[in-house]
């Protein structure tokens, strides 16, 4: 008989059990503990041979952590636990059947509320949120499940849904959130200071909302995270860019005018001034309403625009939104040169996932450097010998000098024929004279009329080849061939050069060779056919996406496909939710489109959702379809 302790709880368990020849893999113990009420819990002996020896693992089928900072009690059939609020370590907790695998399920109780609906604690890997009502409100605990390094336990861990975490300079609390109404807004108040900033909403995800804390002349940036277990609320410090907008107030006559949409309470920016803007209300609308005297505008301040609208009958006003850097800019003026320089690059294609391609910023310095101003000429002579030319001139002349543009021609033809006469040439030798305007520069260069043509043709057979090849090679809806091809030749060129490779060194590296050169033939052939398809699946969805004409759910379409899968199981995971996506979305797309049409667009926009509603409930599921192959053929691919 063995005799084993351990420790849980703050208390000292003890079990007995018989060691013998015939004992099963996996058998339960029962431990006592040693306080004054009789409490027991059951912990598994894993049993292992090796050889003529035998090892004993104990090991408990669930450690349960609660991060709560709230009592827990835990109930399944005729167990009854509880886990007090301030005890950091692990709980030992198991089932009372014999079967160890079987199906096992818990309910929940935190603080006083009522038991949780039944959960399963197998799922490793998952995670999700269990709900305790209460007379007041109602309790929201994430758990998580996942397996420890040794395969034999699961660790369950309880945490609240809503947590505050401060990343800032200033002195907030951070601990478990557990809200007592159901309004979803939030206020934060630094200590020391008695007024607050205004509220914010906590259970919709926010990548950063600027709150304004008036006492302290500041702000401070709070950060929504939602997930399927968990709420979490960072705040942190202002940075360059968090402000919704900087508008620029860049005119000599009259104060701009500004306000969030739907308020009352109005700001003034006077001429030549600059200030940084945070919503005033962020849990109302958030566009920004601006008036210049007789005229009005309105924005959202997420996307580029320019307009302009009349001061006088001499003056228009310009303005226009852009990105400096990360911060949105709002830019009133009536300097034309200013608005033009403000305009940035955008992506024309419609739902694209990078609408901003290009945006100004300044040059670092070592590019500022090369633009310093240049001599006003340079003169530069190559003289080549060959078939086709006797003879190459090159003459470059700066912009930046304080001749006009005519002095500047002349001064370079005179300087041309200075070196054509120091070679024994004049401009009545040369056939053709080409100009060519490059970026503040001009150049002169010569060519025979025969080596010019022969350029040109060069020049666009090579166009021609390289779209070909992108039509052919590249296209989506072919599967990339051309990807096939070249893994198919590393295959086949690792089956016949690994075991040669191998036989070089000895009998044993031939073997592993070949098992080296099978699997890489194998996994570039399977691999390259699966990548074939997926493109080819991959496009298709992308086409039906289209044809829903619901930007939204392209757009979670597009992030949902671009995620990289950990493995098969992934892949196959990461395509059914997918299907099952598009063929809720669809179905209820028949309601919700016309109603979100006529919320925005009215009549119009009732009957353009159910044009929408209609589309969807075809093109959805069938999309979910081909995206599930897709992702599929992906898993196979990798």
Not at 339 to 361: E, I, R, T
Not at 517 to 523: A, F
Request: proline share 4%; hydrophobic share 40%.
């Amino acid at each position: 008989i063995q005799q084993a302790k351990l420790s849980s709880l703050g208390k000292n368990w003890n079990g007995h059990f018989r060691i013998h020849g015939g004992m099963p893999e996996f058998f339960p113990v029962c431990f006592t503990s040693d306080s004054a009420t009789v409490m027991t819990v059951d912990i598994y002996i894993h049993t292992r041979r090796i050889g003529s020896r035998m090892i004993l693992s104990v090991f408990s089928p669930y450690w349960i952590i609660n991060k709560t900072s709230r009592v827990l009690q835990y109930r399944a059939e005729d167990i009854h636990l509880k886990h007090p609020a301030d005890y950091r370590d692990i709980v030992l907790f198991s089932f009372k059947k014999k079967n160890i695998f079987s199906k096992n399920k818990i309910q929940l109780c935190i603080s006083t509320s009522a038991w949780s609906s039944s959960f399963s604690l197998d799922t490793v890997g998952s995670y999700g949120c269990v709900k305790c009502s209460a007379n007041n409100m109602d309790y929201l605990v994430g758990v998580s499940i996942k397996m420890s390094s040794f395969n034999l336990t699961r660790i369950v861990t309880f945490t609240p849904f809503y947590t505050i975490a401060n990343k800032s300079s200033l002195e907030l609390e951070c601990l478990p959130f557990w809200p007592e109404n159901s309004s979803g807004q939030l206020c934060v108040r630094v200590v020391g200071y008695e007024s607050s900033s205004k509220p914010f909403l906590f259970k919709a995800p926010d990548n950063g909302t600027l709150l304004r804390l008036e006492e302290l002349n500041g702000g401070l940036l709070v950060d929504v995270n939602v997930s399927e277990h968990s709420t979490l609320i960072s705040f942190s410090d202002y940075h360059e860019g968090a402000a919704p907008a900087l508008i620029v107030n860049h005119t000599s006559w009259d104060s701009l005018r500004y306000k969030q949409s739907g308020l009352q309470e109005e700001m003034e920016l006077k001429p030549k001034q600059v200030c940084l803007f945070a919503w005033t209300d962020p849990t109302k609308t958030r566009k920004l309403t601006w008036g210049y005297s007789q005229s009005f505008g309105e924005h959202d301040l997420l996307k580029d625009e320019c307009g302009q609208f009349p001061y006088n009958a001499n003056t228009q006003i310009h303005w226009v939104s852009f990105l400096d850097g990360r911060q949105r800019v709002l830019l009133f003026t009536d300097d034309v040169a200013l608005v033009s320089k403000a305009l940035q690059v955008d992506n024309q294609l419609p739902g694209s996932m990078f609408p901003v391609v290009f945006h100004p910023v300044a040059p670092p310095k070592s590019i500022a450097l090369d633009s310093e101003p240049k001599p006003f000429i340079d003169i530069s002579v190559i003289t080549r010998f060959n078939e086709y030319s006797k003879l190459h001139l090159s003459l470059s002349l700066a912009s930046g000098g304080e001749a006009s543009d005519k002095g500047q021609e002349m001064i370079a033809i005179h300087s041309l024929n200075l070196l054509l006469k120091s070679i024994g040439a004049t401009l009545t030798d040369v056939d053709d004279l080409i100009f060519k305007l490059a970026f503040f520069q001009i150049k002169y260069q010569f060519y025979k009329r025969d080596q010019l043509m022969k350029r040109v043709v060069r020049h666009y057979s090579e166009q021609f080849l390289k779209q070909m090849y992108v039509l052919v090679l590249g296209l989506d809806v072919l599967g990339n061939p051309f990807g096939l091809i070249r893994g198919l030749s590393e295959g086949v060129e690792a089956f016949f050069y690994e075991p040669f490779q191998g036989a070089v060194q000895g009998p044993e590296e031939f073997a592993e060779g070949f098992v080296i050169g099978v699997r890489s033939l194998l996994g570039h052939t399977v691999g390259g056919a699966a990548g074939v398809v997926s493109r080819i699946t991959g496009s298709v969805g992308k086409g039906l996406a289209a044809i829903t004409m619901d930007k939204e759910y392209q757009q979670k379409r597009r992030e949902e496909m671009g995620r990289q899968p950990k493995d098969f199981g992934d892949s196959l995971a990461k395509g059914g939710k997918g299907l099952l996506r598009g063929v809720v979305g669809g179905v209820t797309g028949i309601i919700t489109k016309p109603v979100e049409g006529a919320k925005k667009e009215g009549a119009a926009g009732f009957f353009k959702g159910i044009g929408k509603g209609l589309v969807g409930v075809v093109a959805r599921p069938t999309g979910g379809i081909v995206d599930m192959a897709s992702s599929t053929f992906q898993g196979i691919q990798r």
